[in-house]
Nanobody, 115 residues
């Protein structure tokens, strides 16, 4: 069973940057679609970005041009570079890996953007 551990969250002022990392253990991410989701209180988790094993990338509209997802299969890690952060980006960010009906989640990391 793949275990995912996120890091890199924190507090930043609007316009700042953060880079989230998600490292997998007990398995290789190379066959999985890797994704970042975020969740705010009272809301469902929403997709932020995903990257397939072939590096096809999808972003939700609100982060296009500001966020960049990437993967390093050799390091078993997926990244989310977040630039030009806005207060609306404040959320708990979760790493996800999926293969068909199988998926795993990390424990989440808090990102807080102040105005």
């Amino acid at each position: 069973q793949v275990q995912l551990m996120e890091s890199g969250g924190g507090s930043v002022q609007a316009g700042g940057s953060l880079r989230l990392s998600c490292t997998a253990s007990r398995g290789s991410i190379s066959v999985y679609t890797m994704a970042w989701y975020r969740q705010t209180p009272g809301n469902q988790r929403a997709l932020v970005a995903k990257i397939t094993p072939g590096s096809r990338i999808t972003y939700t509209d609100s982060v296009k041009g500001r966020f960049t997802i990437s993967r390093d299969n050799a390091k078993n890690t997926v990244y989310l570079q977040m630039n030009s952060l806005k207060p609306d980006d404040t959320a708990v960010y979760y790493c996800n890996c999926g293969f068909g009906a199988i998926e795993y989640w990390g424990q989440g990391t808090q990102v807080t953007v102040s105005s």
